[in-house]
């Protein structure tokens, strides 16, 4: 989509989704199922953190971009998860620990 709007004689605006309505909760659970984890062992909910004017209802309309584009999703929201997770646990695995720099530093 990106690459598509950048081809454009004029800029515009865009909606980029795919014109499902999903709930955190079932991202945090499609997440956690990912990781064959089980969320209620690290998700905690407080009802005091609850916005009461928050809209019920958030929904994009990717149908300027499929008309003016030819863009259509083609990803859902599984997908889309296994590729965030994926993504995150190989930057965690770059990553190494302060205490085993510590470490190798006095053994040498």
Request: no cysteine; aromatic share 8%; glycine share 4%.
């Amino acid at each position: 989509a990106m690459w598509l709007m950048l081809q454009q004689e004029e800029p515009d605006d865009y909606v980029i989704g795919t014109g499902e309505t999903t709930r955190v909760g079932d991202f945090v659970n499609l997440t956690f199922e990912y990781l064959d984890l089980n969320p209620a062992d690290y998700v905690v909910v407080d009802p005091k953190f609850y916005r009461p004017a928050e809209v019920n209802l958030l929904l994009a309309d990717p149908g300027k971009a499929k008309r003016k584009l030819g863009w259509s999703p083609k990803t859902d929201l599984r997908q889309l998860v296994a590729m965030m997770v994926e993504h995150d646990l190989k930057l965690a695995a770059a990553e190494t620990p302060i205490s085993l720099k510590k470490a190798d530093r006095r053994a040498a």
